[in-house]
């Protein structure tokens, strides 16, 4: 059985810092590109960060460049978006997403909301 649990959301500051993760089981995670997506209220869901396999790659949505880091640990089966100087633009549910050839993956979202 596929599965994709994201943990590691929560309430912070404005400014400060989440470590979101995404264990993987039930498929072959380190032939999968993983990726992190979000959705706010009332918005599309949108990529924030992806990054492949193999070569670990990584791309990130202008608006979080420079602020957050995705990587991924093969041994684990698991990724991990590191956010940093969060701002309250960043408030949403985070998804966890696998995808390889019409293989397509999500988890169940863990929601970040940052606010003073």
């Known amino acids: 059985q596929v599965q994709l649990v994201e943990s590691g959301g929560g309430l912070v500051q404005p400014g400060g810092s989440l470590r979101l993760s995404c264990a993987a089981s039930?498929?072959?995670?380190?032939?999968?590109?993983m990726s992190w997506y979000r959705q706010a209220p009332g918005k599309e869901r949108e990529l924030v960060a992806i990054?492949?396999?193999?070569?670990?790659?990584?791309n990130y949505a202008d608006s979080v460049k420079g602020r957050f880091t995705i990587s991924r640990d093969n041994f684990k089966n698991t990724v991990y978006l590191q956010m940093n100087s969060l701002k309250s633009e960043d408030t949403a549910v985070y998804y966890c997403?696998?995808?390889?050839?019409?293989?397509?993956?999500w988890g169940q979202g863990t929601q970040v909301t940052v606010s003073s």
């Open positions: 039930g498929f072959g995670f380190s032939s999968y590109t």
């Open positions: 997403n696998a995808i390889r050839f019409r293989n397509d993956y």
């Open positions: 990054i492949t396999s193999p070569g670990g790659s990584t």
